[in-house]
């Protein structure tokens, strides 16, 4: 893949992701104006992530089907189009209905483009990729965290989602006319059978480990901005700049993970567990030095995450190579599964224990899932 088209890919990546993330800040802002309660606002989030999670397993065989370049170029106009519509809704149902909308296209943008990559890449360099976009993208859900609390302050939730419309709208006119690399003319019969990728061992085994991983990223990462808040006062715009360090620790590692994987061979997994359940335990800590300790739990955090991701995908992707786009698909529903279930299970624990067991039971399974991972992927 050439270099402009994957900078412009990763770009639209850090968009999306951006965008399905800043309802967190303003959603006080979104309940005061459209005159509802905060839980009701809430139902915004749903509204996006559960359409995302479940029509990705709609737009993989498509991209297998009719080829990764028109999914994503059109899903990219499409998101452009409903997050700027999202900023004119007049009435809570209205803003659901859109936000949905959105979500629908999200989940033919970022699975599709790593499907894409793993397509035009081999081996090391896949590996390496795929991580450095994932790194990316969460960069976006980091920033987007800062961007919407900064522009909130000094306008309106609705320019916030319009600002992202606009933003997505010229990424989507840059793909369309320089994303040329592509499969265009069909590699399977549709629709592919989801029952035959599952017969691959590699490939059963390994989702499992990408729900775990997605257990403990995003259920967790879902509360380390309201962590942030309740225990330091800091602003949204520096909670976005504190959290945008997971982001940059997981791109700046993703473009090395896979030269790594090669040279740790299986102990690869071993380690990165430890890493990501060491930065765990590293968060909760406190006192003179709480700060220096939160970024450096992060970055570490950050880094594990798409270590495990990266690997979890390039096995996957490589078990069926001609349906790289269903193989994602099943991925990102692991994933966002995952972390859908991991937000509930961690909200009980919230209300019950407060933030440090959220953070103490994540750090467990990060070293669980490193050792699940060398015995399931040892030698793949």
Not at 364 to 369: E, H, K, N, S
């Amino acid at each position: 893949m050439k270099y402009k088209a994957f900078v412009i890919l990763a770009l639209l990546g850090f968009l999306v992701q951006g965008d399905n993330t800043v309802v967190s800040p303003i959603l006080p802002d979104i309940a005061s104006d459209l005159n509802v309660l905060i839980p009701q606002a809430a139902l915004v989030v749903a509204g996006y992530l559960i359409p995302f999670g479940f029509f990705a397993l709609l737009h993989g065989p498509l991209a297998d089907r009719f080829g990764q370049r028109r999914i994503i170029s059109i899903a990219a106009f499409g998101t452009a189009v409903f997050s700027s519509a999202s900023g004119l809704a007049n009435s809570l149902p209205q803003l659901i209905i859109f936000r949905g909308i959105n979500g629908f296209f999200a989940a033919g943008i970022i699975p599709i483009t790593v499907s894409l990559i793993g397509d035009t890449m081999k081996g090391e360099e896949k590996q390496n990729k795929i991580g450095a976009y994932l790194g990316f993208t969460f960069l976006g859900q980091a920033t987007g965290t800062a961007l919407g609390g900064g522009l909130t302050h000094y306008f309106s939730w609705r320019g916030v989602f319009i600002l992202y419309g606009v933003m997505e709208l010229l990424a989507a006119v840059a793909i369309h006319y320089n994303l040329t690399i592509d499969r265009d003319t069909p590699s399977a019969k549709f629709p592919i059978g989801y029952r035959a990728l599952l017969k691959k061992r590699l490939i059963y085994s390994v989702l499992p480990l990408v729900f775990t991983n997605g257990f403990i990223v995003y259920g967790s990462f879902a509360y380390l901005g309201s962590h942030l808040k309740d225990f330091y006062g800091f602003s949204y715009l520096w909670i976005g700049l504190i959290l945008s360090s997971f982001g940059l620790a997981a791109f700046a590692l993703g473009k090395k993970s896979g030269l790594l994987r090669a040279k740790l061979a299986d102990g690869y997994f071993i380690l990165f567990g430890a890493v990501g359940g060491l930065s765990l335990l590293l968060y909760i800590q406190t006192g003179v030095y709480a700060l220096a300790l939160l970024l450096v739990s992060l970055v570490g955090f950050g880094g594990a995450f798409i270590a495990f991701q990266s690997a979890f995908i390039t096995v996957a992707q490589d078990q069926a190579p001609s349906s790289t786009g269903t193989v994602m698909a099943l991925v990102a529903f692991c994933l966002f599964c995952g972390g859908g279930l991991g937000t509930l299970v961690n909200r009980k624990i919230l209300t019950l224990y407060g933030y440090p067991p959220i953070y103490l039971t994540a750090a467990i399974l990060f070293i669980a899932l490193g050792i699940g991972s060398y015995w399931v992927l040892k030698g793949s």
